[in-house]
């Protein structure tokens, strides 16, 4: 079984400062991937980063980068110099190395304002 | 990149009638595709796994007689809202898993609005 859990509705930052989103999770799988999602109004899904568990190093992706804690199961998105373009509804997720299901967090909307 | 195409975009149906929504991996085989629902605000939730060639895994709580998924080749699945009701309103969206990819890859569609009037 896996749950993702995302305690922030809501964010707002500053544009070109920097935000960082929640996320917790737990998995009965040994080995998994962990993905952050960014839908824009237009609904349309974008990955934005995404970790695979058994890598300790933290991944970053331009001006997003993670901070993976294994051991505490905690997943948090860093958004270094944030742009209009940023805000959106953010979506921390799951995936067991199965493949058997994508699970999804409450998610976060960021708001960034000028 | 790879892309999933998701038709139509958004259908409005009477009562009763049924709404077929496909999902197709373009340029990649998708041996399996989720299928999520998303109401106004809140998350996706996952209704479905459509595993190419074998019958679709359901989550708690869903109608398999109601939404029927068929995944008939390794870049199309379909959903089926039978009987649709006005409750069946909402934003289903698929992703496909693409399996040829040297990391661990999902794509999604661009998603379909259903309104049942």
């Known amino acids: 079984a896996q749950t993702v859990t995302q305690s922030q509705p809501e964010m707002s930052v500053q544009e070109a400062e920097t935000v960082t989103l929640s996320c917790t999770y737990d998995?009965?799988?040994?080995?998994?991937?962990l993905f952050w999602y960014k839908q824009p109004p237009s609904r349309q899904m974008i990955l934005v980063i995404r970790?695979?568990?058994?890598?300790?190093q933290n991944a970053t992706e331009n001006r997003f980068s993670v901070n993976f804690q294994k051991a505490a199961k905690s997943f948090s998105l860093k958004i270094s110099d944030s742009q209009l373009g940023d805000a959106a509804m953010y979506f921390c997720?799951?995936?067991?190395?199965?493949?058997?299901?994508?699970?999804f967090g409450e998610g976060t909307q960021l708001t960034v304002n000028p | 990149g790879a892309v999933v195409s998701q038709h139509p975009s958004w259908v409005i149906c009477k009562s009763g009638t049924s709404v077929k929504i496909e999902c197709r991996s373009l340029?990649?085989?998708?041996?399996?595709m989720f299928w999520y629902r998303q109401f106004p605000k809140q998350s996706l939730m996952l209704m479905a796994t459509s595993n190419e060639g074998s019958k679709a895994t359901y989550e708690q709580g869903v109608e398999k007689d109601k939404f029927l998924i068929n995944h008939a080749s390794l870049t199309l699945s379909t959903l089926t809202v039978t009987s649709a009701h006005p409750e069946d309103s909402s934003f289903y969206i698929c992703s496909a898993r693409d399996w040829g990819a040297t990391n661990e890859k999902l794509f999604f569609g661009s998603g379909t609005q259903l309104s049942v009037l």
């Open positions: 340029d990649f085989q998708a041996t399996t």
């Open positions: 970790q695979e568990a058994y890598k300790q």
């Open positions: 998995t009965s799988e040994s080995d998994y991937y």
């Open positions: 997720a799951s995936l067991g190395a199965s493949g058997s299901r994508l699970t």
